[in-house]
């Protein structure tokens, strides 16, 4: 009988919840290749052979935890938050800790069999490494910028010089990104199908490579749903209507990564152009129009790369 696992993530450590004949077990792991060993050694220990891993899908805590165990053989599951949230709710829980989320996630993978989960490609692990590097130093040249803005003058020539070499190192992964798509036919082909998007730049192309392309669908709307961007309606009965927002239960690193996109496209692509102009016609708040483009950029996005066509203003017009 297939046991299940609950993986609550944290930085430097995870607590592990073993579901099996009935009993949960506890323990806690270091968040780091020793510790992955050591919860594949404690799984043997309690005889459990056939496991099901189930995790949320929180970013780069859980990915190493997820290959080791995906290459050792068990069937991993990553989920949105969202789900075991709403799990939690459904048991009326209000205990909130590692060691119970742990146990809450296995109770909740046993309950519901959530999909196996693949790992990325070799070569878009590598790409999202490069993209994560760029993150962080993105990140730190903003810091030093904002710095600069109100520093005192006897340190402004230190922070022009890591600003200085902060660039330099921007300017070296940009393009060993460029460098590593070009050596992949796959990423490669996919980027020039998203180039033909008017509104879709080199960044966000890059998120979209290193995060979305490689991710099964089966239609738009699953593409909408992985971002976040499907609209959430807040009504009850006949009298509570409240406006409509986007959902943002999805992947809100690929979610910021449409905004500006959204923008452009507003301006310089065609189809988004007519229809943003059609609903801020219709009295549409302007931020509720940027979210409706930004699901219809995300739709083309998955057009092109599942029809493995370019984009076509004409097609999409008559669509």
């Not at 043997?44 to 995906?70: K, S």
């Not at 590598?126 to 903003?142: F, T, V």
């Amino acid at each position: 009988m297939t046991a299940q696992l609950g993986v609550d993530l944290a930085k430097r450590k995870f607590d592990a919840a073993l579901l099996k004949d009935g009993k949960i077990r506890n323990k806690v792991f270091e968040n780091t290749p020793s510790g992955f060993q050591q919860l594949v050694e404690w799984l043997a220990r309690q005889g459990a052979t056939d496991v099901h891993v189930c995790m949320e899908a929180t970013g780069d805590y859980g990915e190493a935890l997820a290959t080791f165990l995906h290459d050792a053989g068990y069937t991993v599951s990553m989920v949105n938050p969202a789900q075991i949230k709403g799990f939690a709710q459904s048991k009326l829980l209000r205990t909130k800790t590692d060691k119970a989320d742990a146990r809450l996630i296995a109770q909740f993978c046993q309950a519901n069999t959530p999909p196996a989960w693949q790992p990325a490609p070799p070569e878009v692990r590598e790409l999202q490494a490069l993209a994560r590097r760029l993150d962080a130093l993105n990140e730190m040249q903003r810091m030093e910028l904002n710095r600069l803005e109100t520093a005192h003058s006897t340190i402004v020539p230190s922070l022009q010089a890591v600003l200085t070499q902060l660039g330099e190192q921007i300017k070296l992964i940009r393009q060993a990104i460029r460098d590593h798509i070009d050596q992949h036919p796959d990423l490669r082909g996919k980027r020039e199908l998203l180039d033909s998007i008017p509104g879709i730049g080199e960044a966000t192309i890059t998120q979209i490579l290193a995060y979305l392309a490689h991710v099964r669908f089966t239609n738009a709307k699953q593409v909408a749903a992985f971002l976040g961007l499907n609209p959430r309606q807040h009504q009850s009965g006949s009298s509570v209507r409240g406006k409509a927002r986007i959902s943002k239960t999805g992947d809100a690193r690929l979610r910021k990564a449409f905004y500006l996109p959204a923008v452009v496209a507003m301006r310089y692509n065609p189809v988004i152009r007519a229809f943003s102009e059609r609903l801020l016609a219709a009295g549409k708040p302007r931020m509720l129009v940027v979210g409706a483009v930004m699901r219809k950029l995300a739709h083309m996005v998955y057009g092109v790369l599942k029809s493995g066509q370019p984009f076509n203003p004409k097609l999409a017009l008559n669509a």
